[in-house]
């Protein structure tokens, strides 16, 4: 019998390789694609909504596997005393999901590196990055995510949604250049792509020896003004454009992007038509190893998130770009609206694993073999 890491070893490389010989044949973004099945993509689940005690907790699994997710991503709050992830903590989360039949696929990584500045903390804390690898690895894991936040994710106002639910939202401020610095202060674009080199020129290399690929997640929004509350962020002011940028900085399998079809619709003017080139971008690269579908109506500098039915995405449309390049990893639902009724958001996910759900068995019945 194959083992797990044996299995994932194999799955990621033949979808990376189809991805690969796609973008040979075709050019990037460009060429016709031959429509096949995916029985690799799946729906997932993460800390966005969670039942019970804990992510893996009795409650949260059953509420998991209920709706059809098999494939769980977790953050490890709890830290060891030499600093990373505490190796019990995750330890526990595999055999939680081992006793259920899930599959402990992700670890969401914090921002605190992208944080730093020069110094003997930052190399500190890559150290703990390069451990929790290691520790990753030891526990079958195959994808770490991370979101470089050097100021927080913007949301400045609430809309009003069918059923009464609340869309969080944002609209950029006329006044923009009066909002105070964030907690880092000014870091201007050429330290910010300092820090992001250093760390992917030190970290892939490790990533690559233990078989975890590294999934970036665009800050949230991308496309502010450079200066936003002191930062220039690195996607602005074109998203698609810092993909491109960071994927190159150091071109490896093992250093690619958690996609999140929101974030990313938000720093575009037209979401609808302009999301599509970036899928398939990434998509024929072998660089996505997580999707997050948000929708949202608007775009650049003002928008709201909304279900995933109701936004200017048309996910159908995603989504046989990710059957196509055989895309191989979980499609998480993400950021839903919120109700009274609902304040855990259960609710609000179920219907979203479900979405997901029937769009991958929508479009694999487009196609035969």
Not at 137 to 164: D, S
Not at 227 to 255: C, L, T
Not at 333 to 349: R, T, V, W
């Amino acid at each position: 019998m194959m083992r797990r890491r044996e299995f994932g070893k194999k799955m990621w490389r033949g979808a990376a390789a189809a991805g690969l010989a796609g973008a040979a044949e075709s050019g990037i973004a460009q060429g016709a694609r031959t429509p096949r099945k995916n029985t690799l993509m799946h729906v997932g689940g993460d800390y966005h909504g969670v039942a019970g005690a804990g992510i893996t907790s009795k409650e949260n699994l059953e509420y998991n596997l209920r709706h059809g997710v098999k494939h769980l991503t977790v953050q490890v709050k709890k830290e060891s005393p030499a600093g990373g992830w505490d190796s019990d903590a995750l330890e526990k989360m595999r055999d939680d999901c081992n006793r259920a039949g899930v599959t402990l696929e992700a670890i969401r990584m914090d921002a605190r590196y992208i944080t730093l500045p020069k110094g003997a903390e930052r190399e500190r804390e890559l150290d703990n990055i390069v451990g929790n690898i290691q520790k990753a690895a030891r526990n079958g894991v195959k994808i770490i995510t991370y979101h470089w936040t050097v100021i927080p994710i913007r949301r400045n106002r609430q809309t009003k949604g069918r059923g009464n639910v609340t869309y969080a939202a944002f609209r950029l401020e006329e006044d923009w250049k009066s909002l105070p610095a964030g907690p880092s202060g000014r870091v201007d674009a050429e330290e910010y792509w300092e820090r992001i080199t250093h760390f992917l020129e030190r970290v892939i290399p490790v990533a690559r020896e233990h078989d975890v690929r590294m999934a970036c997640h665009p800050y949230d929004p991308p496309g502010l003004p450079f200066g936003y509350q002191g930062a220039d962020n690195w996607d602005a002011p074109s998203i698609f454009d810092a993909i491109k940028r960071y994927e190159a900085v150091v071109n490896s399998p093992y250093n690619g992007f958690q996609l999140c079809l929101g974030t990313v619709g938000e720093g575009l003017k037209r979401p609808a038509a302009e999301i599509l080139p970036v899928v398939e971008y990434l998509g024929r690269k072998g660089k996505i190893y997580q999707i997050h579908m948000r929708n949202i109506r608007g775009g650049l500098n003002g928008f709201e998130e909304v279900y995933p039915d109701e936004g200017e995405m048309n996910f159908h449309k995603v989504m046989r770009i990710l059957r196509d390049t055989q895309f191989a990893g979980s499609i998480c639902p993400d950021h839903m609206p919120q109700h009274a009724d609902d304040p855990g958001k259960l609710q609000s996910f179920a219907f979203g694993y479900g979405y997901v759900r029937a769009l991958i068995q929508a479009v694999n019945s487009e196609v035969e073999g």
